[in-house]
């Protein structure tokens, strides 16, 4: 169980057009869902955190007008990489926490495979 | 500022040695503490957690973790190491506040088995 997907798993895209990213969670109700972005040989940075039915919210530094994250349902969210740049990519990976826990206060968080931008 | 350390960039092991990740943590309270593993070209799977209780934790694939309070460490460790666990290894702590549920992970330290 707990079983997080994400799509595409890789793109590679023109610069100055927009990439959507999904996020899925396939066997429980994802109530709370992160996007994280990392470079190579580096460590997972969180870019935001983003609740069902509520605006995420962004990691300092992280521009929300340029990553639109969407959260519309408890098992979708989806990344909006707008009018990328050869900066941006990167790997990106969500993952996802819901109340599935007994204790529901120490939620563990289940990550996608994550999904490789190229952006040209 | 909460960080999670992890002073080896890599390590290398003999498949059959035994081995110890080391991890350490800054954190007012105490922490929620993970230890993930990644592969290349797959995400993040949970080895372990601890948020309480018992300060040695058991984890899949045969990995423990000890929580050390006073060294605020959570070193991670394998009696024998086999190959299929060379993969980059990420500890994590996890924030419970205002805002909701935080993790900060930890560099990451690459695991290489030799035969």
């Known amino acids: 169980g707990a079983v997080v997907s994400q799509h595409p798993s890789r793109v590679i895209c023109k610069s100055g057009t927009s990439v959507k990213i999904e996020c899925r969670s396939l066997d429980f109700q994802a109530t709370t869902m992160f996007w994280y972005r990392q470079f190579p040989k580096q460590s997972l940075m969180l870019m935001a955190t983003?609740?069902?039915?509520?605006?995420?919210?962004?990691e300092q530094g992280v521009e929300k007008d340029k990553f639109l994250i969407n959260h519309a349902s408890l098992t979708l969210s989806t990344l909006t990489v707008t009018s990328a740049h050869p900066e941006d990519s990167s790997f990106y990976i969500c993952s996802a926490s819901g109340l599935f826990e007994e204790d529901w206060s120490t939620d563990t968080q289940y990550f996608g495979p994550g999904t490789r931008l190229t952006v040209l | 500022a909460q960080s999670v350390t992890q002073p080896d960039i890599h390590i290398t092991v003999s498949e059959g040695a035994s081995l110890e990740l080391r991890c350490n943590y800054s954190y007012g309270a105490t922490p929620y503490l993970f230890w993930y593993v990644q592969s290349p070209g797959q995400g993040l799977q949970l080895l372990l957690k601890?948020?309480?209780?018992?300060?040695l934790v058991q984890g899949i694939k045969g990995f423990e973790a000890e929580f050390k309070r006073s060294q605020s460490s959570f070193n991670l460790r394998k009696p024998s190491v086999h190959w299929s666990d060379a993969a980059e290894y990420f500890c994590a702590v996890g924030l419970l506040n205002t805002g909701g549920f935080k993790t900060i992970f930890g560099a990451g330290t690459r695991l290489f088995v030799k035969a």
């Open positions: 983003s609740n069902e039915g509520s605006k995420a919210t962004y």
């Open positions: 601890y948020f309480s209780g018992d300060t």
